[in-house]
């Protein structure tokens, strides 16, 4: 395992609310090996996180012991490991390293907990996880998107989270998906052409005047019409949300930066066009690298300065 | 049962997809009588409809042999007793009462399904139950409000229905407060005036420029930060989503028409207010009545003309 690449610089753990990943991270930041399961937040008793980890991680605790492990996400709020208070926006670097919280494993290993954010505002929004990959990005000035159940709009300026916003796009996806009266007349996508098309359109009705409530409701008339095939009902509503999402935070978000989205595989798929078809082009970057690219910023920062605060 | 009132004139049917109702009526339209359950189409089986009617009035069909029975909502959907094809806009009594369906009970008693109503344009929108409370209200020229799981705006220009939407603001809220992970910081209100403040700032959230899906995420981050207590959460959700339908909605249909709602209760106090907050005014009408009304209406206008399909 460290043959290649020599002795390991950290652990990087991505702690959410369904899943758990986790990453041996070479000096460099090359990822050495990686272990997933859906051992997320949700799914572990208070006090059995340290026993999770612990055990997706065996090979590696028992090969490099005391190995520093960085984590990020829903593990650091209140149904958390250890509830980390959030740092005020704006904020870089320097403030999200000094928020960590950091404990000590009976292995040995210290273990740094990165801090989530909320804006200063009145909307009082927050995030725990994206203000990592962010970082990672390590962009100057830019508006951020990232997709997920709860989407986050951030503006980047001079390097610090000047400010985000959340859209409960994924979440609303899912809830009219798995719950709602439009999931009968539904069929799984079988074309991905057919699919992306379905989708522009959801799109293209989001700049509409209509709204979400009306245009979500054509999903179920469409089919009835025979406009929308069951087929398209599903990438229809992905599309019309996420069109949706990309109308609103346009308008919040200054018009002036580049858009960086870090997204892949469909959904990306998705975000690209339905920017396009609002008027608009985009920059790509990988969730998962960009997440091990925070955490490598955040270390080299924590280990220049020396400052992480234990608990 | 007909000391007062004399013979009934009909019995009237609400049958929809959670709900029956039924009431017996006399000749100049007050209600003798009123049976209500759970027995909405979407828990009788195919072929039970005849069984539950006849068990739910089995004591006025008892007394009034062969008494008509009129009837209309989901009833007449392809899931219902007997799928009555929709009526295309524009419509008005002559078209709804020609389009009904006739059945005859094993008692004798005949039994009229109205039909629903179609628009005529590219979003090939349906109602049914709603175009009865429509023709119940007899108004020339309006547009007509009926809340529901399913709400619908109605035009009615010379007393036919022009065109109308469907907006799917009843579902939404069922779907943030049941199954969305705003409901984990939810607690049911135990004070009105305190809801309708927190109702009244939905609606007033509605009217910026944030979009659905970022300022239904506000239920979440207004408890965080102890702006909102978590028994403001389904009120404030419930003025959202009325007030972006009703700024939606707006938008679609004539400005120069009075606003009918058609609504009693809590929901019609959130309406009332929602409509104030984004300016405006509209006159109230009880939905049991006008449902009543509107099949007054066609049993004169079919004694009238003698015209019903049966099949």
Redesign the interface.
């Known amino acids: 395992m460290n043959s290649v690449f020599g002795r390991p610089a950290f652990m990087a753990v991505d702690w959410g609310t369904t899943r758990f990943r986790a990453h041996l991270v070479a000096e460099d930041g090359r990822l050495i090996d990686s272990v997933a399961s859906n051992d997320g937040m949700s799914s572990v008793k208070k006090g059995g996180f340290e026993t999770v980890l612990s055990r997706m991680c065996a090979v590696w605790l028992e090969r490099f012991p005391g190995i520093p492990i960085l984590t990020a996400g829903m593990v650091g709020s209140r149904n958390g490991w250890r509830e980390v208070p959030y740092v005020a926006c704006p904020a870089g670097l320097p403030e999200i390293a000094g928020g960590m919280v950091s404990l000590k494993l009976a292995g040995g290993s210290p273990i740094h907990i990165v801090p989530g954010l909320a804006t200063d505002d009145?909307?009082?929004?927050?995030m725990r996880g994206e203000e990592t990959q962010i970082l990672g990005l390590d962009a100057s000035d830019a508006v951020v998107i990232l997709p997920g159940t709860?989407?986050k709009w951030a503006v980047v300026r001079a390097g610090r989270v000047e400010t985000f916003?959340?859209?409960?796009?994924g979440?609303?996806y899912s809830?009219?998906t798995?719950?709602?009266?439009l999931r009968l007349l539904a069929e799984p996508p079988t074309d991905d052409s057919a699919a992306r098309a379905a989708s522009r359109l959801g799109a293209a009705a989001a700049v509409t005047?209509?709204?979400?409530?009306?245009l979500?409701?054509?999903a179920r008339?469409?089919v009835?019409?025979g406009?929308l095939k069951p087929q398209d009902v599903e990438p229809y509503l992905s599309g019309l949300?996420i069109g949706?999402?990309i109308?609103?935070?346009r308008?919040?978000v200054p018009p002036d930066l580049p858009l960086l989205l870090v997204a892949d595989g469909v959904i990306a798929d998705h975000y690209r066009q339905a920017i396009e078809v609002t008027g608009g082009t985009v920059s790509l970057a990988n969730p998962e690298r960009t997440f091990v690219d925070g955490l490598l910023r955040i270390a080299r920062h924590t280990k220049e300065t020396g400052r992480v605060r234990s608990h």
Do not use: P, Q
């Not at 798995?178 to 009266?181: A, I, L, P, Q, R």
């Open positions: 009145a909307a009082a929004d927050v709860h989407s916003r959340t859209f409960m796009t979440e609303f809830l009219l798995h719950h709602s009266v005047d209509g709204g979400l409530l009306n979500a409701f054509h008339t469409g009835l019409a406009r949300l949706e999402e109308t609103k935070a308008r919040l």
